[in-house]
């Protein structure tokens, strides 16, 4: 047994019952504390430390003294259980949630709770973590002074640790630390078994990969060598507001809200917005009124910062996310070409070839020929291929391409034939085989002189051989930034509304969940290309009129908006072809006047 453990009868205020007080805190008279006591209650005590690191809220309010109001709400007491059970957190909610004070109670009481643990703080700017460390800390001692006894130094002093302008150390009586640490590279080679990351949505992603993950390497071991599998060693907190779903902050959203799905009982994902803070008081409700009656009110930035909605575009988008969203119209993806009377129109497939990182996509526009002059496109259908390691080879995406073909009998498909490309040009004017013993035939390019020479003369020649170059693509993304600003290009509906119109229907009722994701899943990646697109700036080139654009964030990929951007180009070029056939076909023009 520790010999931190010292000899202590409790004596103080008597109110002339059975209870004492002690800071404040009703304490039972008499009790002494020594080896002796406790080894003979080892096991009651031990029980009641577990009840106590499984419901913290509880033993916070036994230590409450009797003169402090304070309570902690419902949702506050749910946040601080989950910190003190899985390994996995992650919070996005508004300000005033109380998000810092929450976590920093959480490792505070971790701390207290288990021997020798070691957690961190870690906020965007190492002062500001500082700051907002002791701010907290100095409100749990204000709060529970009891608390403040279990830091070396808690009884001659009444907020014990230590503090600066760039760090904080608070030292604990069983060995524990929290401190506060940067994404510098001082910081390496620490080790932490739990920790805070700060409004992680202003963090650097390879910082916080390379310097502040790794402090969580090490598990804290028991006496004997082990580790104790209900413990959250290796514990990652991340808390923020919203922001955009291109950042890195998103992206771990997602892979904690997918973690908590497959492993619910390691993580942990909640989110929440200024309307439960200001339900008990934390926010003012005039103030927020005031806030949406301003004439100069953000609906964008408020439901950033109030309403917890994560963003699908930033200020330096060059493609404005709203804009586009309004051409969200369709209702129904079409998994192969319909029959309408009395209209004029034609499919077109443009296809981005990727084989091992990134995945290939194929868009199916359908254009409607408008006044026999203007072409309208709207995007039916979206299909991702090589979705499995085994249908990712070449052969294969060829065969999946042959089979859209079969089902839309397109006009054109375009395809990239810069690098990969090349591939599954020479496999399309092959003949192919599927699994099932299916042939499918060869097609055959119009445009490209090569081909024409070594494809098979009787192939269709549908297939269009699309080589951009730095000029070529400039113009691409002003032709895309055109079209859909004018109107001319239509989406589909987004996927929680097509969910919502599906559900009510008895077809979509009858559906697995399966065949409910598989229907959906065209709606979900015309979200995902406008998140790409969002996420795409204007680079400063050499000339000014040419465009250039470049990724906000290098890790959020491109690829359905290049295939996307290329098939509006290749559609502009057929508009064009068009006009410029019926010119011709109008011959002479006789200029005839009447008076």
Not at 389 to 415: A, C, G, M, N, Y
């Amino acid at each position: 047994m520790s010999n931190l453990f010292k000899e202590e009868r409790v004596t103080l205020f008597t109110d002339g019952q059975k209870n004492g007080l002690r800071l404040g805190t009703t304490v039972e008279k008499g009790i002494i504390l020594n080896e002796d006591y406790l080894e003979k209650h080892f096991k009651q005590i031990g029980n009641l430390l577990d009840y106590f690191i499984s419901y913290p809220d509880l033993y916070l309010d036994i230590i409450t003294p009797e003169e402090d109001s304070i309570s902690l709400f419902f949702y506050q007491r749910i946040f601080l259980r989950s910190i003190m059970r899985y390994k996995t957190v992650n919070v996005t909610a508004c300000r005033a949630w109380s998000k810092s004070f929450l976590v920093i109670l959480g490792l505070f009481l971790q701390c207290v709770f288990i021997p020798r643990h070691k957690a961190f703080i870690c906020a965007p700017n190492k002062s500001q973590g500082a700051q907002i460390a002791k701010e907290k800390i100095s409100e749990i001692y204000q709060h529970w002074p009891l608390l403040r006894k279990e830091v070396l130094g808690g009884e001659i002093n009444d907020s014990p640790g230590n503090f600066g302008k760039d760090y904080v150390s608070i030292k604990y009586r069983n060995g524990s630390i929290l401190d506060v640490v940067g994404a510098l590279e001082s910081t390496l080679g620490g080790r932490r078994h739990s920790g805070l990351i700060d409004e992680i949505k202003n963090h650097d992603e390879e910082a916080i990969n390379t310097i502040v993950l790794p402090l969580l390497n090490v598990s804290r071991r028991l006496p004997d060598n082990t580790v104790n599998p209900a413990e959250p060693n290796q514990q990652v907190i991340c808390a923020t507001s919203a922001w955009l779903k291109s950042s890195f902050a998103y992206d771990r959203l997602v892979d904690d809200f997918e973690r908590a799905i497959i492993d619910p009982d390691n993580a942990f994902v909640i989110g929440c917005d200024y309307r439960v803070p200001m339900l008990h008081g934390l926010l003012d409700r005039n103030y927020i009124n005031q806030l949406k009656m301003s004439p100069s009110f953000n609906e964008t930035t408020f439901a950033t910062e109030y309403l917890s909605i994560w963003q699908g575009t930033s200020k330096e988008s060059w493609f404005n996310f709203d804009r586009m969203e309004k051409h969200r119209k369709i209702m129904n993806p079409e998994n192969k070409a319909i029959s309408r009377y009395n209209s004029e129109f034609f499919y077109v497939l443009a296809w981005d070839v990727a084989r091992l990182n990134d995945q290939s996509v194929v868009f199916v526009f359908r254009v409607n020929i408008r006044d026999k002059i203007n072409f309208h496109a709207t995007i039916v259908n979206i299909k991702m291929l090589g979705l499995t390691p085994e249908s990712k080879t070449f052969h294969r995406q060829v065969i999946e391409v042959k089979r859209l073909i079969r089902d839309f009998d397109p006009k054109e498909v375009v395809i990239d034939t810069n690098g990969l490309g090349i591939g599954v040009a020479d496999l399309m004017i092959q003949e192919q085989v599927d699994e099932y013993g299916e042939v499918y035939k060869p097609y055959g390019f119009h445009n490209d002189d090569n081909y024409l020479k070594i494809q098979p003369k009787d192939a269709p020649k549908i297939l269009y051989s699309f080589k951009a170059n730095a000029t070529l693509k400039s113009k691409i993304h002003s032709n895309a930034y055109t079209r859909i600003s004018g109107g001319l290009v239509h989406f589909l509906i987004k996927e929680q509304d097509a969910k919502s119109a599906l559900l009510a229907t008895k077809a979509g009722q009858k559906m697995t969940i399966q065949q409910r994701i598989k229907r959906l899943m065209p709606h979900e990646l015309t979200t995902n290309l406008f998140e790409q697109m969002a996420n795409l700036r204007i680079k400063k080139a050499s000339s000014s009129s040419e465009v250039v654009l470049e990724q906000i964030n290098s890790r959020f990929p491109d690829d359905k908006y290049m295939a996307f951007a290329y098939g509006l180009w290749r559609i502009k070029e057929l508009e064009e072809e068009n006009s410029s056939k019926k010119r011709k076909r109008v011959g002479k023009r006789q200029l005839v006047y009447f008076t």
